[in-house]
């Protein structure tokens, strides 16, 4: 049986509790780098993939775990601010139990080898950390290992088409430019988005 090497979200999840702790309510309506989605549906969306992901590491196959991301637009609940941290160190704490990274499992409908799933999960807290730093104007930092992750999920087979990217059509992006930025291209965004001025 081919062995996976466990990934460890903690850090990962509490990064994300940090930048959410640094938003202040007047911030849960501005722009973020997804276009549909504000501040508050990022947060909101942060909390339900850790409650999917949660149950996916644990097996548990039911409505968290089965509903396909975008079907239903995230609704910032009002307990946000105790809610998502609980839900994030939930997460990281599922993923640490060896079982988790065995078989197949099931996450926003799709089912998927446990192992692969459990990288999928990080690389949400990587991306969707950038869209709420960059949204709030909060620095970032994440480490390569993260990163490296990140980059090997999202980087297209050398036969699939540009628009084929994990979260849509990749963002050209120089080879020498720095990881983090390459990550966010792979993952259809511009390194360079910024909040736009009023």
């Not at 930048?19 to 508050?40: H, M, N, Q, S």
């Not at 910032?76 to 499992?105: F, H, I, V």
């Not at 620095?139 to 036969?159: C, I, R």
Request: glycine share 10%; aromatic share 6%.
């Amino acid at each position: 049986m081919e062995t996976t090497e466990h990934i460890d979200l903690g850090p990962a999840a509490q990064r994300v509790a940090r930048l959410a702790e640094g938003i202040g309510d007047e911030r849960l309506g501005d722009p973020t780098p997804c276009p549909e989605y504000a501040v508050r549906e990022i947060l909101a969306h942060l909390a339900g993939l850790s409650a999917a992901f949660r149950d996916a590491a644990r097996k548990h196959v039911g409505e968290t775990t089965g509903t396909p991301p975008g079907s239903v637009r995230p609704v910032l609940a009002e307990d946000w601010r105790t809610a998502l941290p609980k839900a994030l160190d939930e997460l990281a704490a599922a993923w640490r139990e060896p079982g988790a990274w065995e078989g197949d499992t099931r996450a926003g409908g799709v089912e998927m080898p446990a192992a692969v799933m459990g990288q999928v999960a990080l690389n949400e807290l990587v991306i969707h950390g950038w869209d709420l730093a960059r949204a709030t104007d909060q620095p970032y930092e994440v480490t390569e290992e993260d990163l490296a992750v990140s980059e090997a999920l999202l980087t297209p087979a050398d036969d699939a088409p540009a628009e084929d990217g994990f979260f849509g059509p990749v963002v050209a992006v120089p080879d020498d430019a720095p990881l983090l930025d390459r990550v966010v291209g792979l993952s259809g965004r511009r390194p360079d988005w910024r909040p736009p001025t009023s």
